[in-house]
């Protein structure tokens, strides 16, 4: 049977991706095969580490191709027919996502966000914001939640959460950093496999 094809969408320096080729080349996504890198941003580290890796890579950039969701959307859903992609991963995608997107691709979108949901997200949360909130806030214990992703920002059903301290003296770089190698590296490449496995089974028994 074949491998569920993966596209991962970035716009920046993309260590989540790193984090799912690297597991890919580790024999830890038998399941899955990574291969699209889209990235919203021309010129993001994303697009190294993907060339790296030898996955191609595509920049749909919606000032460049003229400002409109549907245009930006377009783009996007073109480049992913072409390489028939299956489940799409978002890692550090900044760029909210319409409902007829989310919609022709039901169950099949997930996204990595640097919080426990419902903590600290929806529309205007992300990057450093989210920790920033956090420790104005603050909490104890924060961490990093993998979900579905359906028409409402961080609205879709959890799929994996793992805590992670927050300790005296962090900034929000520090905890990033913490939420980044205590949760969301672990818990990213572990769903991509997940639903990797899952596709592949429904593919099996259609
Ligand atoms: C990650 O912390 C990711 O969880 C967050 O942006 C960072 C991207 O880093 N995403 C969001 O806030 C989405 N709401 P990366 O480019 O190094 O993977």
């Known amino acids: 049977m074949t491998k569920t094809k993966i596209a991962v969408l970035v716009s920046g320096g993309g260590t989540n991706l790193q984090a799912l080729i690297d597991a890919q080349q580790g024999g830890a996504l038998p399941s899955g095969e990574i291969v699209l890198v889209v990235s919203s ?79 600290f997200c929806g529309k205007g949360m992300y990057g450093l914001k989210v920790h920033e909130a ?24 959890i799929l994996l959460q793992k805590a992670v301290e927050i300790l005296e003296g962090d900034t929000p770089e520090t905890l990033q950093r913490r939420v980044m190698e205590q949760a969301e590296w672990k818990l990213l490449p572990a769903a991509a496999e997940l639903m990797s496995a899952a596709i592949m089974n429904e593919k099996e028994n259609a």
């Open 41 to 119: 941003q021309r010129g993001a580290y994303a697009i190294e580490r993907a060339a790296k890796a030898g996955i191609p890579s595509v920049v749909c950039n919606k000032k460049e191709l003229g400002g409109t969701q549907e245009a930006f959307e377009s783009a996007i859903c073109a480049a992913l027919d072409e390489a028939g992609v299956e489940l799409i991963i978002l890692a550090g995608f900044m760029s909210i996502l319409s409902e007829s997107f989310t919609t022709r691709y039901r169950d099949r979108i997930i996204n990595v966000h640097p919080s426990l949901i419902p903590s």
């Open 134 to 157: 956090a420790l104005s806030y603050g909490v104890k214990v924060t961490g990093a939640t993998v979900h579905l992703v359906n028409e409402i920002p961080d609205g879709g059903r």
